[in-house]
């Protein structure tokens, strides 16, 4: 019989991916009491830090009557996840840029949307892929981690934003190494924040808005 649990996360875990690895989905584990400590303290379930606990119940049976003799469809909840980038060099939103992008083994191709936007449906455990922007000798090639974004708080996690908006962040490692001051200087000009290579809140809004969470 399933029982209770609490999970802890580890690289690369969110919410969501956690959820679906115990037959879940992600507001179940998200709105539980049990997890209310959690939600004060990350603000956003598709952001954890390795250590976090989450809160699991145990999965409830639950029976249906359905007539014999018929075809029945089930849907599970959640299942598949939605994956939103937004292609932009600078302050140039791509829109309407054609591009092809591998996630799990299945290439998705299409055209960016008007403000540079890509939907696509993918699996809440996908966890790499691999995206080409253009077409020809001047495509671009670019590797994306879909499940390693830490929270906002952490210099983790103001790291991952920067590097995944293109701006010269070498590596993610929680630290401020020359790298990062120098993404952070960049991006302060860029948003006419005030100058400087540190870290605070107005610099945390600004990316907040930017980048979408």
Do not use: C
Not at 4 to 9: C, F, N, Q, S, T
Not at 99 to 117: Q, T
Not at 180 to 208: E, M, V, Y
């Amino acid at each position: 019989m399933a029982e209770d649990k609490v999970r802890v996360a580890e690289a690369g875990d969110s919410v969501e991916s956690i959820a679906s690895e115990h037959g879940h989905i992600w507001q179940t584990l998200w709105e539980h009491p049990r997890n209310q400590a959690l939600r004060e303290l990350r603000g956003n379930p598709h952001t954890l830090l390795p250590g976090d606990e989450v809160f699991v119940p145990a999965l409830r049976q639950r029976m249906k009557q359905v007539l014999t003799g018929r075809k029945h469809t089930f849907v599970r909840k959640g299942i598949p996840s939605k994956l939103h980038l937004v292609l932009r060099v600078g302050s140039e939103v791509l829109k309407d840029t054609p591009y092809a992008l591998e996630v799990d083994g299945v290439i998705l191709k299409g055209r960016s949307g008007a403000d540079g936007s890509i939907v696509h449906s993918v699996s809440p455990t996908a966890a790499t892929g691999m995206l080409r922007i253009g077409e020809g000798f001047a495509s671009r090639l670019i590797p994306i981690s879909l499940r390693h974004l830490h929270p906002l708080d952490t210099v983790s996690g103001v790291q991952g934003r920067l590097k995944n908006l293109g701006y010269p962040v070498d590596e993610v490692s929680g630290e401020l190494d020359g790298p990062t001051q120098a993404a952070l200087q960049k991006f302060r000009a860029d948003q006419q924040l005030p100058s400087g290579t540190g870290i605070d809140d107005s610099l945390r809004s600004a990316l907040q808005r930017v980048y979408g969470h």
